[in-house]
């Protein structure tokens, strides 16, 4: 079932908690402080040399009524900003913010020919304050692929295949520890009951209604903290 568009194995991996096992030992190892931001699992749909692009961009490709999740993505649409900051709390200028989600249809770009390339994918490097901004949209639930082996495995243990609602992220910096982690909404009913195991209470998020932006209906800031390394 593997493909360039799909990774059936890190899928398995997922369904069993076995990627988010590996991930708590690995921070435990790396001696983790808990200033640090929390880790999460990278997931199964992960494109590397997505655009690289101004802060204040829209990762959101080609949106227009045309699309048959246009209303939903209108309100949804939101602005996310924060700052990357070392432990000691100094900004991290030039850090990299790689960030990817579905579309309000629960399909990555890869998953669904009806996207642009790289739809909801971008890279946003931070300025001399550490800071970042990108337009995006509230993320929204959605089922793992279950039409192959890690599909019949969950119905084989009576368990549904929903993931919460969430943004994937990865943050680099040189001389820092690459941080992978997971932003969740708190508006999703899956938060409790991942199909994966991912969700951490540090990484669940709450938007907050925004005014007097035409792009944006809600706004969600968010400080990530790197470790050195």
């Known amino acids: 079932m593997s493909d ?11 369904i069993v908690g076995l990627e988010s096992l590996v991930d708590e030992i690995t921070s435990k190892m790396l001696g983790t402080s808990n200033s640090e931001t929390p880790s999460a699992i ?11 692009l101004p802060n204040g961009s829209s990762i959101v490709r080609n949106l227009s009524p045309a699309v048959s999740w ?19 709390g100094a900004p991290i200028k030039g850090a990299i913010v790689d960030v990817w989600h579905t579309a309000p249809n629960g399909l ?38 279950n039409d192959g082996p890690a599909g019949k495995l969950l119905n084989l243990l009576d368990r549904h ?24 909404d708190d508006r999703d009913k899956y938060i409790s009951k991942d199909a994966v195991f991912a969700v951490k209470d540090e990484l669940v998020v709450k938007f907050v209604p925004r005014e007097g932006d035409p792009n944006a209906r809600w706004s969600l800031k968010y400080d990530f903290v790197l470790g050195r390394g």
């Open 108 to 145: 990555y770009e890869q998953q669904d020919e009806s996207q642009p390339d790289m739809n909801c994918r971008g890279r946003f490097q931070t300025d001399a304050e550490g800071r970042f901004a990108f337009y995006a949209l509230r993320p929204v639930a959605y089922p793992i692929p």
């Open 4 to 14: 360039d568009r799909r990774n059936e194995t890190q899928l398995l991996c997922d």
């Open 70 to 88: 246009y209303d939903q993505a209108v309100a949804d649409s939101a602005l996310i900003t924060g700052r990357v900051l070392a432990s000691s």
């Open 42 to 52: 990278l997931g199964p749909f992960y494109r590397h040399d997505a655009p690289l």
């Open 161 to 184: 295949p929903y993931r919460p609602g969430h943004i994937h992220v990865i943050v680099s910096a040189p001389g820092f520890r690459a941080l992978t982690t997971q932003l969740y």
